[in-house]
Each structure stands twice: as C-alpha cells, then as structure tokens.
C-alpha cells in the first residue's frame, strides 16, 4: 500500500473516532444534563449543550488518550506502579480542568459574547466538579486497563522467552546427539584408541563434560562465565583432536572481574558450531575461529568467512532465539558484522549486578 494511502487511512480512522466521540459523547451527556437532570427541555438548548459536550468529550477523550500512550512509554506500569498511577491521576486531572476551562470559556465566548473576565467569574463550581469526577473515573477505567495489558504483555513475553530457551536447548542438544556429531566423535575415538589411549581416555572424558554440561544447564537461565568457558575449552578440545590442522583457534578472554559475569548457557558453543556448520574446514583453508573480550561491554566471536557451496542442514534458530533471549534479558543486544572476510558475533555482556 502507497504511503499516502495509509496516511489518509490514519487520517481517516482518526477522523471516525472524533465523530464518534462528538456524536456519541456529547448526545449522551447533552441528553443527561439537560432531559433528564435538566430544568429545560428547549431544542435549541438542546442542541447547544450537545455541541458544548461533544467538543469537551472529544478534547478530554482524545487528549487523556494520548498523555495516557506517552506516559505508556516514559513511565511503564510493570517498572513504576504507584509513580505511573500518581503521574497519571495529576496530569489526566490537570489536563481535564484545564481544557474544560478553556471549552467553557470559548463557548461563553463564542456563542453568548461573554467576556473572559465575565465568563471567569460565573464559572460554575458544580461544572468543574463534574469533569473532575468523570475524569477521575475515566482515568481509573484506563489506569486498570493499561496495567492489566502491561500484566497481560509481560506473562506472554515470559512464556515467549521460555519458548525461545527452550527451543535454542533442543538446537544445541539437536546437534549434539544427532548421527553425524554421534558418527564423527565415535570415529575418532576409535582411532585414537589404538594411536593413544591416554588421548583417547581425555577425549570420553572432555565429551562427557559437555554432555554433562547441556543437561545441568537445561533449566538455567544464566550461568557464570567462568562455568562456560570451561566446557568450551572441553569441546574445542574436541573439535581440535577431530579437525587437527584445519582448524586454529584463539581464546584470549583471562580477566580480573570475568567472575562477575554470567552469560546465557551453551551460547559460545552454539555460535562455534554456527560457525563450523556454514564454512568450508581444512588444513588447506584453516577455519579460524577467535574468543575476546571487546571493551567492557561485549564478548566477541569471530571467525575468517569461507562460506561452503552446500546448504547444512540446519534448523536456522539457533542465532536468532540467542538474540531474542538477549534483548529480553536487557536493553542490549547482539551486535553482528560480516564483511568480505570475516563474521563476528558480540554478545553483550551481563554482571550479577544486573541480574
């Protein structure tokens, strides 16, 4: 759709909800103040109070709407609870005395030629009580709605995170177990068996710690960083003795506070094994694979771009779902670079401090 189409659809859904608000609105009130509370019954009177309801409905509708969506965004109800809701009775409360003034003033204006002292002066008290206390109530009708769809928002991004967890678990776990990572363990090992069995004794061992590993970490949702450096080291240690010279890794992430720092389980494994999955490995073109720390904000992972022909079988979630729990965690995210040479993924990072 062209964009002047969808601006003149805005337009014209706004325009609706203001007729609406006018004809609705202002008739309801217009019919209750003056038929049924009213001493006259006059159509002329009628009418007029129609009009002068109508364009105060719209005025308090529409305007408390919108200070109700920005304070929606300054001041979030899950974040601030009882500064939002004194925030919002003070400025919806303002907000409608003030535009009721100014409705009653232009109407005595406009339609009576009252003069603005005149029309201060005869103000009536019980007319301010009255917007006050509709006010009051239409503010209580939006401040439970808003909370409870910021309730409502923040159970369904839970149960989305957990989704995402689990999910990014299964990829890992998928490639973990499946026949070919299965296969090609298995078939080392029996190679090594007879070359070296102290090799080949560490090599069970270092893949049962990562075994180990994906299943105590299947409910966590953070973990130290120091925990997972480990079972990297385990199955780079893995990856080293099954691809030999093909494959040249560096980790250089020592640091005096790296105890302070917990990180989402099996992430620095899942984007090796991204990186294995999508690039050419051998001793011709070694896949070079880098672990560092990137200033004081993110853990970085970068490998050379070699990019294979084939397409691997892969489910395709696993970056992703690592970016969402991400973002949902906290404000930052991951931060992704390719270039012509090179592909890196920085993950942000987390302290107990902000857990």
Known sequence: MPTDEKTANVIWKELKKVAAHFFLG???LAFLFTVVFGNYVGIQEFITDWIFNGTLWVALGLGNRYIFDWLDEKMPWLDMPIGRT????????????????????????????RSLVYSIKNIDKGFVTTVVVITILVSMFFHGRGFFIA????????????????SAQYESL??????HFLFNSFNVLSTLVYKDADLAARFIQQLTKVYRYVLETQDSELVPLDKELEVLDAYLFLLKIRFQDAIEIEVNLAGENKEDIVILPLTLQMLTENA?????????DPLKLSYFFEGNDYICIRNNLQLRSDNPDSLGVGLPNIQARYEYLGDKALKIEE???HFSVS??????KEV
């Open 174 to 179: 998928k490639n973990q177990v499946n026949p």
């Open 86 to 113: 004194v925030a919002s009775a003070a400025t919806t409360i303002a907000y409608s005395v003030f535009v009721a003034f100014l409705v009653f003033i232009g109407f005595a204006y406009l339609i009576y030629g």
């Open 26 to 28: 202002g008739g309801s």
């Open 339 to 341: 270039s012509e040479t």
């Open 276 to 284: 294995i999955k999508h690039n050419i490995v051998s001793r011709r």
């Open 151 to 166: 309730w409502r928002k923040a159970i369904q991004e839970a149960e989305e995170n957990k989704r995402l967890a689990l």
């Open 347 to 352: 993950i942000p990072i987390i302290t107990l």
